[in-house]
């Protein structure tokens, strides 16, 4: 017979943090997820007290992005919640996989002018990949581990997991064993696709075939902790790499091969995608920055391009 844990809300989701292994957490306290931070001190997690939550969900995309694992930030319930918005929305643009924690009113008591009340979710939902809302306590456990699988799966993003005061403070009979979390889903990104065989093989071709190859590489190259790959190909095969602002690092900035920024702040690597007879880029938007406005790519050479997910893959014309 498997062992049962009494326990409020608040430490369930403190539980499946620690499951997940999470590092460092950022936060400021309210009474709707107290719960919680009790717990957190208890299992001796690793929470670090600010004093804005601009600045918490701030430092967790600096964490995610030189760890590699999936933050945490919290906020209490309306002005907490909202707080978060503009380093939501960095962590969305920039593909930042983080759990964001917000406490919300008391079920019993919404809408009924209850102390910094808004409609939270209403102005979250557009800068996060998705919400999870916990309507049932003993769901905890299972959407705890959805909002990592989510954060961490495709391109990495911020997921936001909403907890009403009545459920961070309810206690219920959980079953331990409930409080598992996935390997998998404990770095960003979580789950990486095969290319297609065919476009696989005529991509290699149309490089093989080249003259003047050129790669252009974005921030995916360090989302992927693809940096090291893309400086051995680029070495094997002595293809020139050029990198966008966020891309910067995909190689070494003295190395030979290294053309520097391309698009809006280009010095050289605009004249060598002239030039080129196929651009290989690798983990980029290709937005207006990368595209000095969209004109760069308009007409050219061709053009592979590898991203995480196909809805990468935009026109460039």
Same mark, same amino acid.
């Given at each position: 017979?498997?062992e049962?844990?009494?326990i409020?809300?608040?430490e369930?989701? #403190?539980?499946m943090?620690?499951?997940?292994?999470?590092g !460092?957490?950022?936060g400021?306290?309210?009474?709707?997820?107290?719960?919680?931070?009790d717990?957190?001190?208890? +299992?001796?997690?690793n %929470?670090?007290? =600010?004093n $804005?939550?601009?600045?918490?969900?701030?430092?967790?995309?600096?964490y995610?992005?030189?760890?590699g694992?999936?933050?945490?930030?919290?906020?209490?319930l309306?002005?907490?919640?909202?707080?978060?918005?503009t380093?939501?929305?960095?962590?969305?643009?920039?593909g930042?996989?983080?759990?964001?924690?917000?406490?919300?009113?008391?079920?019993?008591h919404?809408?009924?002018?209850?102390?910094?009340e808004?409609?939270?979710?209403?102005?979250?939902?557009?800068?996060?990949?998705?919400?999870?809302?916990?309507?049932?306590?003993?769901? =905890?456990p299972?959407l705890?581990?959805?909002?990592?699988a989510v954060?961490?799966?495709?391109?990495?993003? @911020?997921?936001?997991?909403?907890v009403?005061?009545? =459920?961070?403070h309810?206690? %219920?009979?959980?079953?331990a064993?409930?409080?598992h979390?996935?390997?998998?889903?404990?770095?960003?990104?979580?789950?990486?696709?095969?290319?297609?065989?065919?476009? !696989?093989?005529?991509?290699?071709?149309?490089?093989a075939?080249?003259?003047? @190859?050129?790669?252009?590489?974005?921030?995916g190259? %360090?989302?992927? $902790?693809?940096?090291? #790959?893309?400086?051995?190909?680029?070495?094997?095969?002595?293809? @020139?790499v050029? %990198?966008?602002?966020?891309?910067k690092?995909?190689? #070494?900035? $003295?190395?030979?091969l290294?053309?520097?920024?391309f698009g809006?702040?280009?010095?050289?690597?605009?004249?060598? =995608?002239?030039?080129?007879?196929c +651009?290989?880029?690798?983990?980029c938007?290709?937005?207006?920055?990368?595209?000095?406005r969209?004109?760069?790519?308009?007409?050219g050479?061709?053009?592979?391009? !590898?991203?995480?997910?196909? $809805?990468?893959?935009v026109?460039?014309?």
């Amino acid at each position: 017979m498997s062992e049962t844990l009494e326990i409020t809300g608040g430490e369930a989701i #403190a539980r499946m943090f620690a499951a997940h292994d999470v590092g !460092l957490m950022f936060g400021m306290g309210g009474f709707q997820l107290l719960p919680f931070y009790d717990a957190v001190r208890r +299992l001796k997690l690793n %929470h670090n007290l =600010i004093n $804005d939550e601009r600045c918490a969900v701030f430092a967790a995309d600096a964490y995610t992005t030189v760890s590699g694992r999936p933050a945490v930030c919290d906020a209490t319930l309306g002005p907490g919640a909202t707080n978060l918005v503009t380093g939501l929305a960095e962590a969305y643009n920039a593909g930042t996989a983080m759990v964001a924690l917000v406490g919300d009113s008391h079920r019993m008591h919404s809408w009924k002018n209850m102390t910094q009340e808004a409609r939270q979710l209403e102005v979250l939902r557009p800068v996060v990949k998705d919400v999870l809302r916990v309507e049932k306590i003993e769901r =905890i456990p299972e959407l705890v581990r959805r909002a990592f699988a989510v954060a961490t799966s495709g391109r990495p993003g @911020p997921v936001v997991l909403d907890v009403p005061e009545d =459920i961070a403070h309810e206690v %219920h009979a959980f079953d331990a064993a409930a409080f598992h979390a996935s390997e998998t889903y404990r770095r960003a990104p979580a789950l990486r696709c095969r290319p297609d065989a065919d476009a !696989l093989a005529q991509a290699a071709a149309m490089l093989a075939g080249a003259d003047r @190859p050129l790669m252009l590489c974005g921030g995916g190259v %360090h989302i992927s $902790d693809a940096a090291e #790959a893309v400086q051995d190909f680029a070495r094997r095969y002595n293809i @020139p790499v050029a %990198h966008t602002m966020s891309g910067k690092g995909a190689i #070494a900035c $003295d190395d030979p091969l290294n053309a520097g920024l391309f698009g809006r702040y280009s010095r050289i690597a605009n004249d060598l =995608i002239a030039k080129s007879d196929c +651009l290989f880029v690798v983990g980029c938007k290709l937005g207006e920055v990368a595209t000095r406005r969209y004109d760069l790519l308009a007409t050219g050479p061709p053009i592979l391009h !590898l991203a995480l997910v196909a $809805d990468e893959f935009v026109p460039t014309t």
